[in-house]
């Protein structure tokens, strides 16, 4: 949906924490992570999003980004996409307020996010999310108003009908302002991981079990 030359996918293994720590985040205007997130109800600053956690190669390596650490990020977004389930959730601490991911991000210097109140369904959030971007990069609307024309679209049809499918998601800080497209500077970047954990995780295993049963021959 975006130009030719403006968005980025880190997908899979690229999917890691150097590409979301990488000072060139700065220059997107839209972040989507469709990502696992973990809460952490009773240590929420324990609370974070599952990156890729091995290389190309299958050795082990840190994929949890901490919510500690995106309150550090430098994200001067217009829009953070949190594609993921139970991402709006956050704990309210006397002094504090609400923490939680979407505050994490906005700490960050996103305008806006875009988050989940509950677990939500993978098929229907790619849908709702596809109905989503085509309101804010070709049609211009402002992400609140497209979220809003999005779940319409959901809630109209007989296969989504039901809120469960759409109403989990909810908009945070900024939702007047539209995201400005330029054929100069990058617009969107997608970092995605979904099926590629397992696929990660299966490979890392793979490796080690081939090092440990090389290790035996060699030793016997």
Not at 36 to 57: A, C, M, Q, R, V
Not at 169 to 196: C, D, K, N
């Amino acid at each position: 949906m975006t130009p030719r030359g403006a968005g980025l996918k880190a997908l899979g293994f690229d999917a890691n924490l150097d590409t979301v720590r990488s000072p060139t985040m700065a220059q997107y205007r839209i972040l989507h992570f469709a990502a696992h997130g973990i809460f952490n109800n009773d240590h929420p600053e324990l609370s974070g999003i599952i990156l890729s956690l091995y290389d190309k190669s299958g050795k082990p390596r840190a994929g949890f980004l901490r919510l500690q650490e995106i309150y550090n990020l430098n994200l001067p977004v217009e829009l953070v996409v949190l594609s993921a389930c139970d991402t709006a959730r956050g704990r309210e601490i006397d002094g504090e307020g609400l923490i939680g991911l979407t505050r994490g991000f906005m700490n960050a210097g996103a305008a806006g996010v875009v988050a989940s109140l509950w677990k939500v369904d993978e098929d229907a959030t790619a849908e709702l999310m596809k109905y989503f971007y085509a309101g804010v990069l070709k049609e211009g609307l402002a992400p609140a108003t497209a979220l809003r024309n999005a779940q319409i679209k959901m809630w109209q049809s007989k296969r989504r009908h039901p809120p469960y499918y759409w109403a989990a998601f909810v908009l945070h800080g900024e939702y007047r302002q539209t995201v400005v497209l330029s054929p100069h500077l990058p617009t969107y970047l997608q970092v995605a991981i979904g099926l590629s954990v397992v696929f990660a995780v299966m490979s890392g295993a793979y490796v080690a079990m081939r090092r440990k049963k090389s290790a035996r021959q060699i030793s016997s």
